[in-house]
């Protein structure tokens, strides 16, 4: 008798046991498809996407778009590192456009496209036929010169080029820009100086090394992956 309630407490604890690890060891795995990953979301524009800018309405558009946009620090991550650049609120429709054009994805995977050691590195373009597509999702206009601010195009400077049709009054190209790395006065009152670089010169100094052909293009191409509004 004594064997049998012996042999029926050893099961009942047994039972027990196996229950409560059956408890411990039963946690579900994780399906990966079911994990909610954490996104950076980005500041988007509420710009319709139909809209597009012409040279009938790019300056009164501007014009409302510094007043409620007002960063003034970007960074370009090139192939060769990162250039940070500050832009003058003075220069207030060149930055309030580079602004815009940040916002809107238009500089990421577009090239310096023409690079002269110890003068200047011009980027903003490409050859690539989905930039040419970014351009007229976007629009078609120009950018009035500003050049009566005080800047000077020394060394380390970000200045906007004329456009490259017939053009008088030196209208800028708002696609596109040059970073000085060496002071050239010459330059003054013909194209506006919108910001300056505050960090990474020397990358922009190794980009002006590349080889290139006779017409200034890098043989290897050097591509902006993105530009990132910074503050």
């Not at 940040?102 to 050859?127: H, L, P």
């Not at 005080?150 to 008088?168: A, K, L, T």
């Not at 010169?201 to 992956?225: C, E, G, M, Q, S």
Request: glycine share 4%; with cysteine.
């Amino acid at each position: 008798m004594r064997f049998f309630v012996l042999t029926l407490l050893c099961l009942l604890i047994f039972n027990c046991e196996d229950k409560q690890s059956q408890k411990k060891t039963s946690t579900p795995t994780i399906d990966s498809t079911q994990v909610k990953t954490e996104t950076k979301v980005e500041e988007t524009d509420t710009i319709p996407e139909s809209f597009l800018l012409t040279k009938d309405n790019a300056m009164e558009f501007f014009l409302q778009y510094e007043k409620e946009h007002k960063e003034n620090k970007v960074r370009m991550v090139t192939d060769y590192g990162n250039i940070d650049i500050l832009l003058f609120n003075e220069t207030k429709f060149h930055r309030a456009n580079f602004i815009y054009l940040a916002k809107k994805g238009y500089f990421n995977d577009t090239q310096f496209y023409r690079v002269i050691e110890n003068y200047i590195i011009q980027g903003g373009s490409t050859d690539d036929r989905d930039i040419m597509r970014k351009r007229r999702y976007i629009g078609k206009y120009l950018l009035p010169t500003d050049t009566k601010r005080g800047f000077h195009h020394d060394r380390g400077v970000i200045s906007m080029p004329s456009s490259d049709r017939e053009n008088p009054y030196k209208l800028a190209s708002p696609y596109e820009f040059f970073i000085m790395l060496r002071d050239v006065h010459e330059l003054d009152g013909d194209y506006t100086i919108f910001g300056r670089v505050i960090s990474g010169l020397d990358v922009a100094d190794k980009i002006a090394n590349v080889d290139t052909d006779d017409a200034d293009w890098p043989l290897k191409n050097v591509y902006i992956r993105k530009v990132e509004i910074l503050d």
